[in-house]
């Protein structure tokens, strides 16, 4: 009994190209919460997923913020890691040899301080085996513009991306910071530059207070928020950029189960980051997956993309019919 | 490591705030080192306020290796949820995690120094000791707190012929002071002169037992603790810093080392105490 419902559930399509990454099923994981996979591996096997995406990359090592480094908030946690990171070099050499025969595809998150930092990481890594594309974290300060987030502005997103674009030969997903004015604005000007998909939402600029203290609970002060704290806001964010680009949405925020990774899809996302909750259950990327291969076929859905966005047509035609 | 369902065998407050709870989790417990550690979730996994796992030491493994107790203290929300449990409920647990004290010749005499719930990972490590070559090795246990409450489990300890060591700050019970103050004193009037010193407790604590270990050379082992997001080692949130393991740079440069994975045991001279 059990045997024929696992060979049913296989039959479902959970396959997606994301740009040109071709991924087996929709759940990646979320960088800076699946450390370079080692970590991981003990608890979880890595081919589980559609992509792993390794914590953010910069081209020299980065040390990172002084401690306390995170906060629990309700339902979510505040961090200011400082993007510490073991720097390009020695994640070719010590890191990427594990993950490249992984069974899943590799993903490198990365960032930089000038538009050219990112531009010779983007180019490095295309010379680099094993790496199947790069999500671009523009939400790092550009120091050119006296530390202002590279995604804050449309402009400033554009310019970045279409260098990237030119540097790299690797596909590109760009992710984008929730701390803007408009996130369709954010997400149409970089698919104009070339990106060939988008990812988000990265954390929510956050703070918390000691008041016994009266002191930052952060050393850095300011942090980002994540969690399920977040959902609700990351769901409305892909929903809107869903509806703002044509190409593929990849949706991150407070993922804990295979209900919430179905929600980010009916929104419009191809695919998913589970972030946060790895730190709570290491191996909980399997159980979404296996929620969401259930779901689909407990309401005969053949394919994953027959439910991406499919909420979009029917709100139309709703709202039409009514007489409000 | 792996990550088990453990059941709730018993959880009895011993002293104000302080509880033994034991958890039977027979996957795991036989693995476990002393001073390692575990992540301890006391509510459901869909239950997202407070959000992260927790975690503990193992005060001693129970039965023919078939769970863990755990010393612990109710501090906050997710150590309150834990008082609250009963016989026959479940905890999520992942471990043992982390390296914890280092298992090799202890010379002639030990000195554990401990501040409140710190004590909580030296019962193992006594144990351990005992069971394995150096049975009679000369153990000298410095617990402090801030008053009789904190006198905790003592007795376990001079079961295993420890001798203790107790100060209070409000002098109820032992020497009148912090514990560094009454180790300092028999430091100084070479009372005692371990070949090595272990200690656990708040950082302030630590940092003073560190600075005596390295100005008079005892070997000296400290277990940190840090707030944890993961405590697996990915979301880099627990770090202290540490000296740079090339040497030519140790003292200008330091790094950010993780306490769940690199410790939360380390040896006194990779921490940059100045700093912390
Ligand atoms: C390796 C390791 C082993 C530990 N072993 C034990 C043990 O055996 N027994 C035991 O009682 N406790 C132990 N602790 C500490 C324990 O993890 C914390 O007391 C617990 O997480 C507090 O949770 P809470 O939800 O009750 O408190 P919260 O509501 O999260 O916090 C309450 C207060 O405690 C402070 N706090 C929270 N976590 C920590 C922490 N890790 N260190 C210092 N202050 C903190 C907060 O800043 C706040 O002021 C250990 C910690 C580590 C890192
Ligand atoms: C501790 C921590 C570290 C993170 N590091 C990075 C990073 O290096 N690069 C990046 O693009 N996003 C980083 N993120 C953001 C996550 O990838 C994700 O976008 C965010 O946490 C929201 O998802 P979640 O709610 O599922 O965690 C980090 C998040 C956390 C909690
Ligand atoms: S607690 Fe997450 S890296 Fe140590």
Not at chain 2, 78 to 96: A, K, Y
Not at chain 2, 119 to 147: C, D, E, M, V
């Amino acid at each position: 009994m059990g045997k024929t419902i696992e060979t049913d559930v296989k039959m479902v399509d959970l396959s997606t190209n994301i740009g040109g990454v071709v991924i087996k099923n929709p759940v990646m994981t979320a960088s800076g919460t699946f450390g370079y996979g080692e970590e991981m591996s003990p608890y979880i096997d890595l081919s589980t997923f559609g992509a792993i995406i390794v914590k953010g990359i910069s081209l020299k090592p980065r040390k990172g913020n002084p401690a306390p480094r995170i906060v629990e908030t309700p339902s979510g946690l505040i961090n200011a890691i400082g993007l510490q990171n073991v720097g390009l070099d020695a994640f070719v050499d010590e890191k990427l040899p594990l993950l490249k025969d992984c069974g899943s595809p590799v993903i490198v998150n990365i960032f930089g301080e000038t538009i050219d930092e990112y531009c010779l990481l983007a180019e490095k890594l295309g010379h680099v085996d094993g790496i199947a594309g790069i999500e671009l974290n523009i939400s790092c300060p550009n120091v050119k513009k006296g530390g202002m987030e590279f995604g804050r502005q449309p402009e400033d997103a554009y310019r970045l991306v279409r260098a990237v674009k030119h540097s790299a030969k690797l596909p590109i997903i760009t992710k984008l910071s929730p701390n803007v004015g408009d996130i369709r604005e954010m997400a149409s000007s970089v698919e104009e530059a070339g990106s060939d998909a988008v990812s988000l939402i990265n954390t929510i600029t956050a703070m918390s207070i000691d008041i016994e203290k009266r002191r930052p609970r952060l050393f850095n002060v300011i942090g980002g928020l994540s969690g399920p704290a977040i959902r609700p806001i990351a769901v409305r964010m892909v929903w809107e950029a869903a509806g703002a680009v044509d190409i593929p949405v990849i949706g991150i925020g407070g993922i804990m189960t295979y209900e919430d990774a179905i929600e980010f899809i009916i929104a419009g996302a191809c695919a998913v980051q589970i972030g946060t909750a790895n730190f709570i259950d290491p191996t909980i990327g399997l159980k979404v997956l296996k929620g969401i291969k259930t779901y689909l076929k407990s309401h005969s859905i053949q394919r994953l993309s027959d439910i991406i966005g499919c909420i979009r047509g029917q709100i139309y035609t709703l709202h039409k019919n009514s007489n409000l | 490591m792996k990550q088990v369902i453990g059941k709730v065998l018993y959880n009895s407050e011993i002293s104000q705030s302080y509880f033994k709870m034991g958890i039977a989790c027979s996957d795991v417990a036989s693995s476990i080192l002393p001073g390692q550690f575990f992540m301890l979730r006391a509510w459901s996994d869909t239950e997202y306020d407070p959000l992260l796992n927790r975690p503990f030491g193992v005060y001693r493994v129970i039965g023919e290796e078939e769970g863990v107790e755990i010393l612990y203290r109710v501090v906050g929300r997710g150590t309150r949820i834990m008082s609250q449990l009963r016989h026959r409920d479940f905890v999520g647990l992942i471990g043992p995690l982390g390296k914890g004290f280092p298992i090799y010749e202890y010379g002639d005499s030990v000195a554990m120094i401990s501040g409140g719930v710190g004590i909580a990972p030296f019962y193992f490590f006594t144990q351990w000791i005992r069971n394995k070559k150096s049975y009679n090795l000369p153990i000298t246990l410095y617990h402090g707190g801030s008053g009789m409450d904190d006198m905790v489990c003592i007795e376990d300890f001079e079961a295993l012929g420890v001798e203790i060591k107790s100060s209070t700050e409000d002098g109820s019970v032992g020497f009148k002071g912090y514990v560094t103050d009454n180790l300092r004193k028999d430091l100084e009037k070479k009372n005692i002169m371990p070949s090595f010193m272990l200690a656990c407790g708040p950082k302030a604590m630590l940092k003073e037992v560190a600075l005596m270990a390295l100005k008079d050379d005892i070997p000296c082992f400290v277990s940190i603790d840090s707030v944890m997001g993961c405590g697996i080692g990915t979301c880099l949130g627990c770090v202290v810093k540490t000296r740079k393991k090339d040497k030519s740079k140790a003292d200008t440069e330091f790094e950010y080392t993780r306490v769940c994975m690199e410790g939360p045991v380390f040896d006194v001279k990779d921490i940059l105490w100045e700093k912390l």
